[in-house]
């Protein structure tokens, strides 16, 4: 059940599209907006499975940094074991890998809600509570964002304190602790690796 909560908590915002006149909204304006919009997609019947998978994927490239979610799924040290061909090959293929894991979960979804808090910024950075409330249980997630050239962008969510990143990073360093770099990237190939929340 956890596991369902958290990925419907995380392709809530992920999935959502945002389209602002003038000003650029602050992050917890743009999550609040994403939500809505996302919602009545999923509540849209004349949208097959298919349709909206495709708007996740749209969406996710606009609202999520993935190049540097993968690069902090790394970590420092193991990013510098990677020559400058196996970086990039391994930007694509996390956010290829990425982007396929979350938006096959849409048809999970089940009238699940968001309620906000009130954010926290600091500088170029923020954090944003919230609580996914599902058959009348309440789940706490926080978003991590940052402010990037092109607006507010995600870097990483947790949920009851479980990081996405830390998790991926953990599974990375475990495959990259007795391997090389190629074997991490052919796992990505193969798609052997498991979502982080497993499959």
């Not at 690069?71 to 061909?85: A, E, I, Y």
């Not at 940052?146 to 995600?154: D, E, F, M």
Request: proline share 3%; glycine share 6%; with cysteine.
């Amino acid at each position: 059940m956890r596991q369902l909560r958290y990925i419907a908590a995380l392709l809530l915002i992920l999935s959502a599209s945002l389209s602002f006149a003038g000003e650029t909204p602050g992050p917890e304006e743009a999550l609040k907006t994403s939500v809505n919009t996302i919602l009545k997609t999923l509540e849209n019947d004349t949208l097959s499975l298919e349709k909206k998978q495709e708007r996740v994927v749209t969406i996710m490239d606009q609202m999520f940094d993935l190049a540097l979610i993968g690069k902090l799924c790394l970590g420092r040290t193991n990013w510098s074991r990677f020559d400058t061909d196996q970086k990039t090959e391994y930007t694509d293929l996390f956010a290829d890998f990425f982007k396929a894991f979350y938006s096959g979960k849409i048809e999970l979804f089940n009238n699940e809600k968001i309620v906000f808090s009130p954010g926290k910024i600091a500088g170029k950075k923020a954090q944003i509570p919230t609580h996914l409330v599902s058959n009348g249980e309440k789940t706490a997630m926080l978003y991590r964002m940052y402010r990037s050239n092109s607006g507010w962008k995600v870097y990483d969510v947790e949920v009851e304190g479980i990081s996405i990143v830390k998790s991926y990073r953990s599974q990375f360093s475990q495959v990259l602790k007795d391997g090389s770099p190629e074997t991490l990237l052919k796992k990505l190939r193969e798609k052997e690796i498991e979502g982080a929340t497993g499959n």
